[in-house]
DNA sequence: CACTCTTGGAGAAACGTATCTCCGGGGGCT
DNA sequence: AGCCCCCGGAGATACGTTTCTCCAAGAGTG
């Protein structure tokens, strides 16, 4: 076999139509081997300035496109992340944290382009062959309910997994979530210091960290300053139940007279329902709410709202799967037992690493009583951990 | 070679560690070829039904799990769709239109899902190696510039682009829009009817089809009444331009009696507004719209907006997208003069195809002057074409 | 019985890249 | 002069599928 005849490559007989020029061409019509190519391209190799510019000229003007999936399949990696959001019904992305993912998802989606990688956006309700039809470098999930079986597989076969929001049982490479106990408090220090002297809490059924934790925040806290848990629960993801569960909690006959509700439309409802009582928002009933949107900047009167720092947040677990991804490729395999902690070794290898981001607390009229002199003072310092 | 030693593969002495079992590795534990494992999965040719379960019954014990990546390479197809939105700014969604395209989005996700495909958010800014790094079977883009070149060359190099709001000078495959002139038509005949008798609009700076068609049909509209157009402009990507803007508008000699906002915060910064002029809505100004929040709902007043459904564009932008990329490569080639207008053919095969999507106005207190009566009927019918 | 048809399946060639291995040759050093 | 080393690059293999082609054997059929 000549030369020519190998770098021509195999196209023997059926010259196909319009076929997108690959790597043998450029080789060929720079003259030189893939090899060259290749390391030309990707700036690896021992070659001169002067053929590496030559090949890259060549390449430009064949309109040479390498091609993503044979490089995938050859190194290993696709350069994609999945986003992953525990789901509810039948959309996507759930109802009840729909500013927070929306906010979360725009900063990973850049923080992983920053790093160049692309985020593609899987509910972890989808059909399984679909996640088995696409290269995952590294998954992002939000939120994984307890013995999750999906991030129990992804762990397996290999690929990292970092979660938002604190992993119950699943077993993930690294984990991000707020202290949420430490923000449920700090709101009831504040809205006990705006002279509140019943809190009541608007909270959700399910089972998802964020709930449990805040919950239990509250009630640790009721526990210890000595007053009766004044609370409704409903089921978070139902965009209609919030307004019916504000209802009921200030239809009781031990009415607060400060509420904080965990969800994003709670103060929207809690307004609401405080209208309907004729009470009078903040003189009878102090209001926060935790919340992503500035929509509660201009309601009347404008309400103190929990931020989660989702921006913070994607981006952080991006950036610590990025991190795990090619710390793992990288080395020789030493890396493997610090990132992935092995489900062979017996325990005392401690839990997967996690880091707390601080939240921040916006304060309004809603959670001040009098005279909003000092519009801006958590009474907590937000980066506590 | 014997047939042991080539179904075993060739792991000659490297022994490597922690192997994901191959299709190899499923011929040999169920005794048959590479072959029959392939069309057993995949449901390809002819096998009895009991060689078919026995070696999914094998692969599933091995917890084979094949390969994306070899898959899209031999098949030529990934299964990923992208989503490309152009940005103004750094972030990789525009902030004017969020709303919008945050149900998009979600709505393109689910009907891709619901078809196998997953979508990869690419904004349009992002780095070219990372458009070049991944598989893409098609494209989405959001209002694509005119002579967006990201667009030419996603088309010239053979990948489907399907674009939301009617493209300038891209070559797309297909496109759909609402009818953005008989929306503002069907408005300002609205306003027209509750009394309205100078109307104005708020609109932007910049040159993407909607602001584009909506301004020209707010301008034609103006000269067939022969009402003196009133309208300011401001760029839309800037959050904090349009309280500026809507400001500019009502403290104009020729103050509206009515005003029609073209972005999602309008309505709040023209009722912000309308308060600091002492302007009551809706007795001294009309005002709607156009916005996918529901916030409006619930603001004092409830403002009427129109909204542009999201969820329909997105559903059906996704399902033309993987009509094409289907149609495409299950024909002979044959489909092909159909679904892509080849740039060398002379012209007079027409524009792509496109399809307008009906708007919905969705009516409330602050676009009608008295008593609101009845709540809910739009003057123009929302579906015409 | 000779033949064709159908069934069930095996072989091997791609897909396009990255990378490991190796090699010729020229220059410097002893 | 002989040796070693480094520069510049070529060859070949592997990544893990899908799929086209082909074959053996048994079942019908005349």
């Not at 850049?110 to 998954?139: C, E, F, K, Q």
């Not at 604190?166 to 705006?194: F, M, Q, R, Y």
Request: aromatic share 6%; net charge neutral.
């Amino acid at each position: 076999m000549t030369a020519a005849a190998n770098q021509s490559g195999r196209r023997p007989t059926t010259s196909r139509r319009l076929e997108r020029a690959g790597i043998r061409d450029v080789a060929a019509a720079a003259g030189v081997s893939i090899t060259t190519v290749s390391d030309a391209l990707n700036g690896k190799g021992r070659l001169p300035d002067e053929t590496r510019s030559r090949v890259r000229e060549v390449a430009e003007r064949l309109g040479y496109r390498p091609s993503a999936a044979a490089r995938t399949l050859r190194t290993g990696r696709s350069g994609l992340i999945g986003l992953t959001v525990t789901t509810y019904g039948e959309e996507p992305f759930t109802f009840t944290e729909f500013a927070y993912f929306a906010e979360m998802a725009r900063a990973a989606t850049s923080a992983a382009l920053g790093r160049g990688y692309a985020l593609v956006v899987l509910p972890a309700s989808s059909r399984h062959d679909v996640w088995g039809n696409i290269a995952l470098d590294g998954t992002v999930v939000i939120d994984p309910p307890d013995q999750d079986p999906l991030v129990s597989e992804l762990y397996r076969s290999g690929v990292p997994v970092v979660s938002d929001g604190k992993p119950g049982n699943c077993p993930v490479t690294a984990w991000v979530d707020n202290d949420h106990e430490a923000a449920v408090l700090g709101i009831l220090d504040h809205l006990s210091e705006a002279g509140a002297r019943r809190i009541g809490l608007l909270t959700g059924t399910s089972t998802d960290t964020y709930t449990r934790l805040s919950t239990e925040a509250y009630l640790g806290w009721c526990a210890k300053v000595g007053q009766e848990p004044v609370y409704e629960t409903y089921p978070a993801h139902d965009p209609a139940a919030g307004a019916v569960a504000a209802d009921r909690l200030l239809a009781r006959p031990d009415r607060p007279d400060a509420v904080y509700g965990l969800f994003d439309p709670n103060g929207t409802d809690l307004l609401a329902a405080a209208r309907r009582y004729g009470l009078r928002v903040p003189d009878d009933l102090l209001l926060v709410c935790c919340s992503e949107s500035d929509v509660y900047a201009t309601t009347e009167p404008p309400i103190t709202t929990l931020s989660l720092k989702p921006r913070k947040i994607g981006t952080t677990v991006v950036n610590l799967l990025i991190d795990a991804i090619e710390g793992v490729d990288s080395g020789t395999g030493v890396d493997i037992a610090r990132l992935f902690p092995p489900r062979f070794r017996t325990a005392g290898t401690g839990p997967p690493p996690g880091t707390l981001m601080p939240t921040e607390l916006i304060v309004r009229a809603s959670s001040q009583r009098r005279s909003p002199r000092t519009t801006v003072s958590p009474p907590r310092a937000p980066g506590e951990v």
